[in-house]
């Protein structure tokens, strides 16, 4: 059975960095498209980031030339770099894969304010 769990999350002044990781459990992760999404309060969840198994990389217009995702196969984790943290970027932020089948993390918390 698949889990994944993330971790990476806190609190950071506007303009702060942080990097955010992903931890999956299960087969053929190598194979698995992976991504990040978030939900802030009172919004719907959104796409912030996703990688899939040949590298390619799709942002959202929000995220590009600020965030950066990645992937390990043999680790097994997909990490989202913050960089240039905005107000706006306050969110719960939760891991994605997809492999025959969708899966979540438990989301962890990102705060940006000063």
């Known amino acids: 059975q698949v889990q994944l769990v993330e971790s990476g999350g806190g609190l950071v002044q506007p303009g702060g960095s942080l990097r955010l990781s992903c931890a999956a459990s299960g087969n053929d992760f190598s194979r698995s498209a992976m991504g990040w999404y978030r939900q802030a309060p009172g919004k719907e969840r959104e796409l912030v980031a996703r990688?899939?198994?040949?590298?390619?990389?799709v942002y959202a217009d929000s995220a590009r030339g600020r965030f950066t995702i990645s992937r390990d196969n043999d680790k097994n984790t997909v990490t989202l770099q913050m960089n240039s943290l905005k107000p706006e970027d306050t969110a719960v932020y939760y891991c994605?894969?997809?492999?025959?089948?969708?899966?979540w993390g438990q989301g962890t918390q990102v705060t940006v304010s000063s």
């Open positions: 994605y894969m997809y492999l025959r089948g969708a899966y």
């Open positions: 990688i899939i198994s040949d590298g390619n990389r």
